[in-house]
């Protein structure tokens, strides 16, 4: 349960914000502080367990039939990702506090940053694969909130929708891949597939499955050549981009290649693209970054080269290269959030944050530059900080590493990278803040408040202490998490700052020196740069994105040109045809099935003939709306004969109360309509739709006489003999809805919320402007001068109370009788249907005590609260229960979890009818209005 609400803990607490803010900005902060602080204290619980070599885990059945669970674990790795997503999302709650204007929905800022946060807890502790692509990609669509939070700028629309567009194709990827992985493994619990790579490795699906989730791990991470994303999303606020992409969300891809390297790496395959790839990121992003004059562009594409060195690191696929990897993912988070969250405060005081406005800064903010100093330094990999040493660990591993045979590819080109990062940062350096004091800057810049400055000088805190005691600092961090990612022992490593003269060391002195010289040769170097042609990665992805907008449109056009007609017909045909291949293929060649057919009596016979010439009528005479929707509703009599004839008399009674209720709110809709149809076609294209609605319906009979004349398996026998032991009810038909397929009935009373809704949307237009007036021209003229008759006005009066009466009663009943919440909720809904016909609208409207609006989200919750309380108990969503027990008075009765579960229901139902009633009266007051305002003006 702890790990349940680590995950959920930020989802819900993502309330709080906008309603803490209206007590204040500091209230607010606090409120959001808290949520994530209670959800590290959870966290931080499971440490001693996971420390002595334990792993945490819960798993809730959800969606067993397809793999689905909610299933969570917490190993070395889990804990180490969450702490750095809680702990760092504190430190940039507070900081964006000072950050963000006044003007900025602060409220609005922090839910998105919860929902955020609970996506990438919820990715880094998943034990279910399918649950973890859920997360996965609820991070893409809660980042693109937070990189358009500025939603005024292009530049931040833009940058969102560049994030979410890459990203997403790389979802889908994703999904692919896992859904093989699975398959391969034969399970989607991730712990057992990483026990199982050896199976995987020999598939060969293997290599499908790899390709597909190395799409959505480098897409994530903005790896070669998908890294153009990532620096386009530096147009949100710097809080975002201190958190998402320095810290969290771009790590997920590199988090995916960690969880899942015991699985899928150690082939040639794994080594050859996953270590080129971010070899190549990792120089060709610090090349970029080095001649960005943006601050936060700068650190952007150093974030890109990073991650690419991270990517090669796992891609080496031994576990010394994890081990520097997992160190590098801690070292790497402190010094670039500490390095965007310095750029902000920067941006925030000089009122810029273009490198070539900027210089002598260390005069001007002494404390804010000493921070940023230390963190750039150890980006650079200067000794004495934390860069240093996994930069060391890195070089190490690439001069003992072969590729292609070639010795020399990795050490040389590793060291390029470094002495990139050296470059850069030592422009950050240099060019920032030493150089003379200046004194153009648009606004006079000073040191912020300690709300800024000090979650950076806590985050500089660990660079200085790993840097000179990793072992104590570091060195229990780094081997847990390490021992999570291979699943197995670790080679004999030490965490110092002296391993004696070794490669790697004459490469990082090279790399130093080479960075500051490539530093003091920046003009020149910069002019071979200008001299070379440079694609611009926005001007790329919006052409790509016009052209594949055309294309859709070109096809859609083709295929979706808005005739109704021949959509219709595809859909009639298709239907036919594939009723007529059920029939031909439906077991026994025999027409006549091999089941005894019920024998027709004279009163079935007659029903038949109505419904036959009843249909017959409505097509004649469906020009006459009204006319057509008396016949209909006959149809739907007959129908409800039926199911009485086969013994459904729940059935029968829902398709009463649905005819009349959806008679009289069809009253209401055509009235707002002409009295007839207009011609819709010619004779000839009528005889046609004739033939193509006799082939259909021929097609849906053939299919139905099949099913009905032959013996096939069915699952309704289970039901019958397990609707009592099992749900605690004899009532089938009831016990199937709110129990054995409750999760199809909550989906149900879902779309009648959504239904209903969408009805008071589009009808809402009709109220004001060109829509009334529309109205107010085709209502029918005044007819009755009596809008209440008196007898129907007392006769409703005093059917309400029994309505009710009888509506509560079918509901209690509904578990053992015919019954239950959707008919009891239709009969409450004709009761105060027959308020309205009665007394008007505007009567009722004003004596109702309760809103449809809430009535249908109270219902709905109500619904979900009732499932999502099995889950409390270890139980899968929506899993009912029953008891007996003796009451005072009324003596041994029946209770049952489901009942709440149909009181859902029955609100809903209700709810529904009394929104679809109010909207079209309000809509046909309105008419009436225009109407009488419109002979008022004829002279």
């Known amino acids: 349960m702890k790990l349940l609400l680590i995950t959920f803990i930020p989802f819900l607490g993502a309330l709080l914000p906008p309603i803490a803010i209206k007590a204040g900005r500091n209230v607010c902060t606090a409120a ?20 002595s070599g334990g792993v945490a885990r819960m798993d809730v059945p959800w969606l067993p039939q397809i793999g689905l669970s909610l299933s969570f674990f917490v190993d070395g790795l889990g804990l180490f990702f969450a702490t750095l997503i809680l702990a760092i999302g504190l430190l940039i709650i507070l900081y964006a506090r000072f950050y963000l204007d006044r003007d900025d929905p602060m409220g609005r800022f922090f839910c998105y940053l919860l929902l955020f946060q609970g996506s990438m807890v919820g990715i880094v502790l998943s034990d279910n694969i399918l649950l973890l692509v859920v997360f996965w990609e609820l991070t893409s669509l809660t980042s693109f909130l937070l990189i358009g939070y500025w939603y005024h700028l292009p530049a931040s629309r833009a940058g969102a929708l560049m994030a979410l567009v890459v990203t997403g194709a790389g979802g889908l990827a994703l999904i692919g891949g896992m859904l093989l992985l699975g398959h391969i493994a034969g399970t989607f619990q991730l712990s057992e597939i990483l026990t199982r790579g050896e199976l995987i490795k020999a598939s060969p699906l293997y290599l499908p499955a790899l390709l597909l989730i190395l799409t959505g791990a480098f897409t994530k991470s903005a790896q070669f050549p998908f890294h153009f994303w990532l620096p386009h999303a530096m147009a949100a606020p710097t809080p975002v981009s201190a958190y998402l992409h320095s810290a969290t969300m771009v790590k997920a891809g590199v988090f995916l290649l960690a969880r899942l390297w015991p699985a899928l790496s150690g082939t040639p395959e794994w080594f050859l693209i996953v270590s080129l790839t971010g070899l190549v990121t990792m120089v060709i992003a610090a090349w970029i970054a080095l001649f960005k004059d943006d601050l936060k562009g700068l650190l952007a594409f150093s974030t890109v080269s990073h991650l690419g060195l991270l990517t090669m690191l796992l891609g080496f696929g031994t576990r010394m290269g994890v081990v520097a990897a997992v ?41 804010t530059s000493g921070l940023a100093i230390i963190a750039a330094a150890s980006m650079a990999g200067v000794p004495l900080l934390n860069g240093f040493l996994s930069k060391e660990m890195m070089l190490e591993e690439a001069a003992h590493t072969v590729y292609a045979g070639q010795t020399w590819l990795f050490p040389l080109f590793a060291t390029i990278g470094a002495l990139l990062s050296a470059a850069y940062s030592a422009r950050l350096i240099f060019h920032v803040f030493f150089g003379a004091e200046r004194h153009d800057y648009p606004h006079h810049p000073h040191d912020p408040p300690i709300g800024m400055w000090l979650p950076v000088a806590i985050l500089v805190v660990p660079v200085i202490a790993i840097g000179v005691l990793p072992a104590m600092f570091a060195g229990s961090i780094v081997e847990t998490t390490a021992r999570a990612v291979t699943g197995g022992a670790l080679p004999e490593y030490h965490l110092a700052l002296w391993h004696g003269l070794t490669p790697a060391l004459g490469m990082s002195v090279i790399a130093i020196g080479g960075g500051l010289a490539l530093l003091w040769g920046y003009a020149a170097a910069n002019r071979i740069r200008l001299s070379v042609p440079r694609p611009d990665a926005m001007t790329m992805f919006t052409t790509a994105i016009a052209g594949i907008v055309r294309m859709a449109r070109a096809v859609m056009s083709r295929l979706d040109d808005g005739y109704l007609p021949r959509y219709m017909a595809v859909m009639v045909c298709t239907i036919g045809v594939l009723g007529f291949a059920g029939f031909m293929h439906a077991g026994p060649v025999t027409i006549a099935g091999d089941r005894v057919t019920i024998p027709a009596t004279l009163t079935t016979t007659t029903g038949w003939v109505l419904l036959l010439l009843a ?18 509703s006959i149809v739907g009599l007959v129908v409800s004969l039926a199911f009485l004839q086969f013994s459904a008399p729940d059935l029968a009674l829902t398709q009463i109360s649905v005819e009349v209720v959806t008679t009289i709110l069809l009253l209401l809709a055509i009235n707002l309509l002409p009295r007839t149809t207009p011609d819709e076609m010619p004779l000839r294209s009528t005889l046609g739709a004739g033939a193509l609605a006799a082939v259909g319906g021929l097609g849906v009979a053939a299919l139905t006489y099949a099913v009905m004349t032959r013996g096939f398996e069915t699952i309704s026998g289970y039901h019958i003999e397990q609707s009592k032991p099992g749900g605690g009810g004899t009532n089938v038909v009831n016990v199937i809805l709110v129990d054995f397929r409750g999760y199809d009935t909550f989906g149900e009373i879902i779309v009648l919320a959504i239904a209903a809704l969408t009805i008071f949307a589009l009808l809402d237009s009709a109220m004001h402007g060109a829509a009334a007036r529309r109205l107010a021209r085709v209502r029918f003229s005044p007819q009755a001068h009596d809008p209440h008759p008196l007898m129907l006005v007392v006769i409703a009066r005093v059917l309400l109370p029994l309505s009710l009466m009888v509506g509560v009663y079918i509901l209690l009943r509904g578990h053992n009788m015919p019954g239950g919440g959707f008919i009891a909720g239709l009969i409450v809904a004709v009761a105060f249907l027959m308020q309205y016909m009665a007394s008007g609208y505007v009567w009722a409207s004003r004596r109702a005590r309760i809103d449809a609006h809430v009535m249908i989200g109270g219902g709905v919750l109500i619904a979900g609260a009732t499932g999502i309380a099995s889950l409390l108990f270890d139980r899968p969503f929506l899993t009912s229960t029953f008891g007996y027990f003796h009451l005072p008075l009324f003596g041994e009765v029946e209770l049952a979890s489901a009942m709440a579960f ?28 225009a109407s009488l305002q419109a002979e008022a003006r004829t002279p």
């Open 615 to 632: 249909c017959g009528l409505v097509v004649w005479r469906h020009h006459d709306r009204l006319l057509a929707l008396i016949i209909t």
């Open 32 to 51: 959001t502080a808290a949520v994530t602080a209670l959800a590290l204290v959870i966290l931080l619980t499971e440490a001693p367990t996971i420390y």
């Open 327 to 367: 160190f590098h993912i801690l070292n790497h988070a402190t010094f670039k959030a500490a390095l965007f969250m310095s750029a902000g405060i920067v941006d925030h005081e000089t009122g810029t944050r273009d490198i070539r406005r900027l210089g002598g800064l260390r005069h001007l903010m002494p404390i």
């Open 902 to 929: 149909d009181l859902g229901v029955f609100f809903t139902v209700v709810g529904t009818c009394l929104l679809s009633l109010a909207t079209l009266s309000r809509v046909e007051e309105r008419a009436e209005q």
